[in-house]
Each structure stands twice: as C-alpha cells, then as structure tokens.
C-alpha cells in the first residue's frame, strides 16, 4: 500500500490534519473512539477536543511514512513522521474503518 492507495477516510485525516481543518478532519470519523498512548477519547466531542489539545491545536503535520493493510479488510497500520508544537517523531497508528470513515484509531 502505497500513499496513494490509504483508503480515503485515512487520506482524509491526515490532509485535514496539515491543513488544521478540524471540521474535516472530524467529518473522516464515524461517533469514534480514538487511543493516545493511555488516553482515550470517545465520539466527535472527545475527537473534536483531542485534535483541539495534540493535533491541529498544536500544528501537527503528517508525512506518510509507510501504510499497510491489517489482519481483515477494515485495518490499517500507518506509520507517518510527525511534526508539530508538541510532539515530533514517527509512530503506529491503527485505523479501523466502517462505512468508509474511521471507526477506531489506535496511536502508539
């Protein structure tokens, strides 16, 4: 898998993030749940104010790295380079995707 071939819902996220389109990039997720690294944050609201506290609130920007797909058709590991105010380095995250928008991300 390419980055040219990460299902929309991914390409979504990740272009919304570098744009710091929060509205975008909450439109990319189904009422989801989303894990940090030990904090976990549920639906639009607890994904509305992560990317407020460690995404676009704080500039992040994504380079895709490497994608591949996962166990069944719905998973995806992508490992992208990021930048940002806060945080900066490469990681894992896992998507879980339904109806073509993200379901659950995992970070780390």
Not at 62 to 83: M, Q
Request: negative net charge; aromatic residues 10%; charged residues 25%.
């Amino acid at each position: 898998m390419t980055a040219l071939d990460v299902p929309a819902a991914i390409g979504t996220f990740i272009e919304a993030t570098n744009r710091g389109d929060s509205d975008a990039f909450a439109a990319a997720f189904t009422d989801a749940h989303l894990y940090n690294y030990g904090c976990e944050f549920h639906g639009r609201d607890g994904l509305r104010d992560w990317d407020r506290t460690d995404n676009s609130g704080v500039q992040a920007h994504f380079e895709l790295i490497e994608a591949e797909a996962g166990p069944d058709p719905d998973r995806h590991l992508v490992t992208p380079k990021v930048t940002s105010n806060r945080y900066n380095g490469t990681g894992p995250m896992t998507f879980r995707l339904r109806d073509g928008l993200i379901a659950d991300l995992r970070i780390g």
